[in-house]
């Protein structure tokens, strides 16, 4: 069974209004001076358009908090960008520089927005600083923060899951449980919460968990490229589990995950 590693799955974006989302001509209108911050390009335009959404929200409105959805969605940016600009052109060379001069133009803004924010005492901010720069006084702070109510969201008690994880497994596990108590009817849940819930069971050799919580992540993702039919098959019959049972389970829990309705178990 994979080893599944924890990761600081933030939420990117909740300013798209509509399902289709913003056209980027209409949305560069009003915001010509932010829209073309960018060399045109045809690629990774979702992550434009939330880099474009996030400039926009500080621009109106300046505040800690729109200033660390400005570095998720220019780290998203650069991150698409960059894997597009190793895409040779045969024609068309000049795209491969216009997206590496893209992915400068990210990383600029990145260490710029980082700079400016080395100090905030935003919980996000002081964790971005912590996991991208091992900045022990914003993990000091960060960590500061435990029991207080401004942790009481599922992002912010999977950051603190991040430090415990390798320090104390069961308090891991309560973090996580209460992360999926947080989220509301219909939320999308990040599903590094069910990665981690298995792995840490499965270290633990405590296999049924370990299956209910990989049963849980393919059916909540089916498309997961690390976890197939075939994998859960081949676990269920190297630890001779009974995956009618199981599955009764672990769909019944996803059901209250995504319900609202779920409640923390004892660890």
Not at 23 to 40: K, M, T, Y
Not at 42 to 60: D, Q
Not at 188 to 206: G, N, P, Q, V
């Amino acid at each position: 069974m994979k080893i599944y590693k924890i990761a600081a799955t933030l939420s990117l974006f909740t300013l798209m209004a509509c399902d289709r989302g913003p056209n980027f001509a209409e949305l560069c209108e009003q915001h010509s001076e932010i829209c073309q911050e960018f060399e045109s390009d045809s690629w990774c335009k979702r992550e434009r358009i939330k880099v474009g959404l996030a400039n926009i929200s500080e621009k109106l409105k300046p505040s800690d908090d729109n200033k660390f959805q400005q570095l998720i969605a220019y780290e998203n940016y650069k991150f698409c960008i960059d894997h597009a600009s190793k895409i040779e052109h045969i024609k068309l060379k000049e795209k491969k520089t216009r997206r590496i001069n893209n992915v400068l133009k990210a990383q600029e803004k990145i260490e710029k927005i980082s700079n400016a924010t080395a100090n905030s005492e935003h919980p996000d901010l002081l964790y971005y600083h912590w996991s991208r720069y091992l900045d022990q006084n914003a993990l000091d702070k960060f960590i500061a923060l435990e029991g207080n109510k401004i942790l009481e969201k599922p992002n912010r008690q999977v950051n603190l899951a991040t430090f415990y994880i390798k320090r104390d497994p069961n308090k891991t596990l309560d973090l996580l449980y209460h992360a999926l108590t947080l989220y509301p009817k219909d939320a999308k849940i990040d599903t590094e919460i069910f990665k981690s819930i298995a792995s840490i069971f499965s270290e633990k050799e405590e296999y049924k968990q370990a299956y209910i919580w990989s049963k849980i992540l393919h059916l909540y993702q089916p498309d997961d490229e690390n976890l197939t039919v075939d994998t859960l098959n081949n676990y269920i019959a190297l630890y001779n589990l009974d995956s009618e049972y199981l599955d009764r389970v672990a769909t019944t829990t996803l059901n209250k995950i995504v319900t609202g309705q779920f409640k923390a178990p004892q660890t």
